[in-house]
C-alpha cells in the first residue's frame, strides 16, 4: 500500500485537492492528511464544505460529503500536532502532494522554515530523498515566486501548475479538474484513467 502525505493550503483549488483525495483512496493509498487553518477556510469558500480544527470531524465530515472509500486508510493531523508520525523521517511517506500550494508554504519550504507540521512534513521528504510534489496556485508570480520554484526544482521536486489542456475538450469544470489530478497521479506512478495518452482516441 502507497503511503501518501496530502498537504492543503490556503490558496484556491480546493476541488482539485478533494478530487485528488477521493483518487487516491480509490487506489487504495493510505493517506495522511494535513490542512492549514487557512485551508479550511478556503474549503468552505469554494466547496461550502465546513471543516474544522478537529481531526476526527474533518475525516468524518470529508468521508460523508466526498462520499469516500476506503476511509480508513484516511488519517488527519492538526497543522501544530508534531506527534503526526509524518512529522519525522522514522515514519516518512513514500510521495507528499501539496495541493494547492500557497506561495507562503512554497517559500517556507524553499528555505527549510518547518514551523508547521505541513512544511515540516515537507521537508522530511526532502532530507529521506522522497517524491514531493507541489500544485502551486497564484498568478501572477514574481520573481520571489519564480526563484523559490527553481530552488525547489533543482532539489527534484516536482512543480506541477494546475494548468488545463484544452486540447482534450474539457466539457465542464470537473473535466478540467480531472485532468490536472490524473497528471498529479501519473507524478506519483499511479496508474489511473483520467488523462488518456496522447494519441489515443476518445
Not at 141 to 169: D, E, G, R
Amino acid at each position: 500500500m502507497k503511503k501518501i502525505t496530502l498537504g492543503i493550503t490556503g490558496a484556491t483549488g480546493i476541488p482539485i485537492a478533494f478530487t485528488l483525495l477521493e483518487q487516491l483512496l480509490k487506489l487504495n493509498c493510505q493517506v495522511h492528511l494535513v490542512i492549514t487553518s487557512a485551508g479550511i477556510i478556503t474549503a468552505k469558500q469554494e466547496t461550502g464544505i465546513s471543516l474544522s480544527a478537529n481531526p476526527n470531524a474533518t475525516r468524518d465530515k470529508l468521508t460523508k460529503q466526498l462520499n469516500l472509500t476506503n476511509s480508513e486508510n484516511l488519517h488527519v493531523y492538526t497543522n501544530n500536532d508534531w506527534y503526526a508520525p509524518i512529522a519525522s523521517g522514522t515514519s516518512v511517506s513514500d510521495d507528499m502532494v501539496i495541493c494547492p500550494c500557497s506561495m507562503a508554504s512554497l517559500g517556507k519550504i524553499a528555505n527549510g522554515i518547518g514551523d508547521d507540521l505541513l512544511c515540516r512534513a515537507a521537508d522530511v521528504i526532502l532530507k529521506e530523498r522522497k517524491n514531493l510534489i507541489l500544485v502551486p496556485r497564484e498568478t501572477p508570480l514574481s520573481a520571489i515566486h519564480l526563484a523559490n520554484m527553481q530552488k525547489l526544482a533543482a532539489l527534484q521536486v516536482c512543480i506541477l501548475p494546475p494548468m488545463p489542456a484544452f486540447y482534450t475538450h474539457p466539457k465542464t469544470v470537473q473535466d478540467i479538474i480531472d485532468f490536472i489530478v490524473g497528471r498529479i497521479l501519473d507524478q506519483l506512478g499511479l496508474a489511473n484513467s483520467l488523462v488518456k495518452p496522447w494519441g489515443v482516441a476518445k
